[in-house]
């Protein structure tokens, strides 16, 4: 049995997340499929856990982590931030929100293919054990 403990961290205002956190769930959920379908012969328990965070801790949100790891110490991927009009706007002020830079392409979401990758090589290092 193969076990993917996929997090996502991200900021809510009152039922409101912000347009980036909110594409990463998207790519989290194609990730999945994807994973599923590629793996279909393997049994894989996939638990997806949503984690809310408020305003002091946007810092963190846009996040993923995989069994308790950060998507960055899985794979190559760099996390930056940039100024994000929906966060500001979900928290009344100026804001800056998680981008990540991967395979030297900038995205203000995690893509999907760095999902794939991070679950990939998750998957892969269960089999080694």
Known sequence: MYFLNIEWLHLEVEGDTCDRCNLTYKNIIKGIEYIKDKYSDKSIKIILKDTK????????????????????????????????????????????????????????????????AALTKTLSQQSKR
């Open 53 to 116: 965070l408020n305003e002091k801790d946007i810092e963190l949100s846009n996040w993923i982590k995989i069994n308790g790891k950060p998507i960055n110490k899985i794979i190559q991927i760099e996390e930056v931030h940039n100024y994000c009009k929906s966060c500001s706007d979900l928290v009344g002020r100026d804001s800056t929100c998680k981008a990540v830079i991967y395979k030297e392409k900038s995205y203000n979401s995690i893509p999907t293919s760095a999902i794939v």
